[in-house]
């Protein structure tokens, strides 16, 4: 994946700037899909950053040997079961999560599926992959809202996307400029993008409706994740909420059957420095790439 890197403004946090610790062991992130890959980088990551860290996985087992392998290392975490493309894992882990810590101050979406192997484009599973990970994010991020920390320390959610979903993969004009309006973009105009995409893929017309040409369900369920972060950080600017978008790359996990420029530890390194910038250098709205030398730069 080639792209082009811009300078100044746009780059937000490069790993080789200290960032000096501002939050306490108090401080609650849930990160979602951890028990292999990005997100389970991701929760030892802030575990050695000090934070509180619920790691949370769809299947027990696996869970609980990733829980295991950060103790061995000296890592402590809080393990949750949650499937995100069921709403009832999402109640009953919201009901459990709220009970044993009441609050959260930053959530990752990270969890996501693809059924394609690098050079594939099959959209056998698509309702699937939308299901996960599109809704699964959504449903997910509904259901804390209310659980979202009022301190002087904004709440974050960073949902982790791909460069695969952008804007620019698009080439139907309609939905384009649906997607571009974002005065008027809402939940329910996503909501009907990824149900025209489904009805696409039934009536097998998806090919010649200007969908992203690779990983095309893949890319459709980041697109409706890009969109909704978008609205999301829209309406919660000024309230002590900022949503942004994370792409960390090609990294070496299952989802790339082991490819990739870098690997999950590395990519976590720059995923959670972007997770806790102070408040006064926190973004909201936008959709990050990580570049060379690990810097993190805003796409939009
Ligand atoms: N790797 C890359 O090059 C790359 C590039 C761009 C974006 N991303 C994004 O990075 C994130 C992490 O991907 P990865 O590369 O680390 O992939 P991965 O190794 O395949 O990990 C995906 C994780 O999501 C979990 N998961 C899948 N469906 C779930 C569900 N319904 N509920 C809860 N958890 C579920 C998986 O659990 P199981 O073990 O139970 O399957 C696994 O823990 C994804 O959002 C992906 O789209 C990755």
């Given at each position: 994946?080639?792209?082009?890197?811009?300078?100044?403004?746009?780059?937000?946090?490069?790993?080789?700037?200290?960032?000096?610790?501002?939050w306490s062991k108090?401080?609650?992130?849930?990160?979602?899909?951890?028990?292999?890959?990005?997100?389970?980088?991701?929760?030892?990551?802030?575990?050695?950053?000090?934070?509180?860290?619920?790691?949370?996985?769809?299947?027990?087992?696996?869970?609980?040997?990733?829980?295991?392998?950060?103790?061995?290392?000296?890592?402590?975490?809080?393990?949750?079961?949650?499937?995100?493309?069921?709403?009832?894992?999402?109640?009953?882990?919201?009901?459990?999560?709220?009970?044993?810590?009441?609050?959260?101050?930053?959530?990752?979406?990270?969890?996501?599926?693809?059924?394609?192997?690098?050079?594939?484009?099959?959209?056998?599973?698509?309702?699937?992959?939308?299901?996960?990970?599109?809704?699964?994010?959504?449903?997910?991020?509904?259901?804390?809202?209310?659980?979202?920390?009022?301190?002087?320390?904004?709440g974050r959610i960073?949902?982790?996307?791909?460069?695969?979903?952008?804007?620019?993969?698009?080439?139907?004009?309609?939905?384009?400029?649906?997607?571009?309006?974002?005065?008027?973009?809402?939940?329910?105009?996503?909501?009907?993008?990824?149900?025209?995409?489904?009805?696409?893929?039934?009536?097998?017309?998806?090919?010649s409706q200007g969908?992203?040409?690779?990983?095309?369900?893949?890319?459709?369920?980041?697109?409706?994740?890009?969109?909704?972060?978008?609205?999301?950080?829209?309406?919660?600017?000024?309230?002590?909420?900022?949503?942004?978008?994370?792409?960390?790359?090609?990294?070496?996990?299952?989802?790339?059957?082991?490819?990739?420029?870098?690997?999950?530890?590395?990519?976590?390194?720059?995923?959670?420095?972007?997770?806790?910038?102070?408040?006064?250098?926190?973004?909201?709205?936008?959709?990050?790439?990580?570049?060379?030398?690990?810097?993190?730069?805003?796409?939009?």
């Amino acid at each position: 994946m080639s792209h082009k890197e811009p300078a100044g403004d746009n780059i937000v946090v490069a790993p080789c700037h200290p960032i000096s610790r501002w939050w306490s062991k108090e401080m609650v992130a849930i990160v979602t899909g951890a028990n292999k890959g990005i997100g389970f980088a991701l929760v030892k990551q802030l575990a050695k950053l000090g934070l509180t860290v619920v790691l949370t996985a769809r299947n027990t087992i696996r869970g609980v040997e990733a829980l295991e392998s950060l103790k061995s290392e000296g890592l402590h975490v809080h393990f949750f079961s949650l499937d995100v493309s069921d709403p009832n894992s999402i109640q009953a882990f919201v009901s459990r999560f709220q009970e044993a810590f009441g609050v959260v101050d930053i959530l990752i979406n990270n969890a996501a599926v693809s059924f394609n192997n690098i050079y594939e484009n099959s959209v056998k599973e698509a309702a699937t992959v939308i299901r996960t990970n599109f809704y699964g994010p959504k449903m997910l991020t509904e259901a804390l809202l209310p659980l979202f920390r009022h301190s002087s320390a904004a709440g974050r959610i960073l949902n982790i996307s791909s460069r695969l979903g952008l804007l620019d993969k698009l080439k139907n004009p309609k939905i384009k400029e649906m997607l571009l309006d974002e005065e008027n973009l809402c939940e329910e105009k996503i909501v009907w993008m990824v149900n025209l995409f489904l009805e696409n893929v039934k009536n097998g017309t998806w090919e010649s409706q200007g969908w992203p040409q690779i990983w095309t369900d893949y890319a459709v369920s980041k697109l409706a994740l890009n969109a909704y972060s978008k609205v999301l950080a829209k309406r919660y600017k000024g309230h002590g909420l900022s949503v942004n978008c994370l792409c960390p790359g090609f990294t070496q996990t299952s989802m790339t059957g082991g490819k990739g420029a870098q690997t999950p530890d590395e990519e976590a390194v720059v995923g959670a420095r972007l997770a806790l910038l102070p408040e006064e250098e926190l973004p909201t709205g936008k959709f990050y790439v990580i570049g060379s030398n690990h810097v993190i730069y805003s796409k939009l």
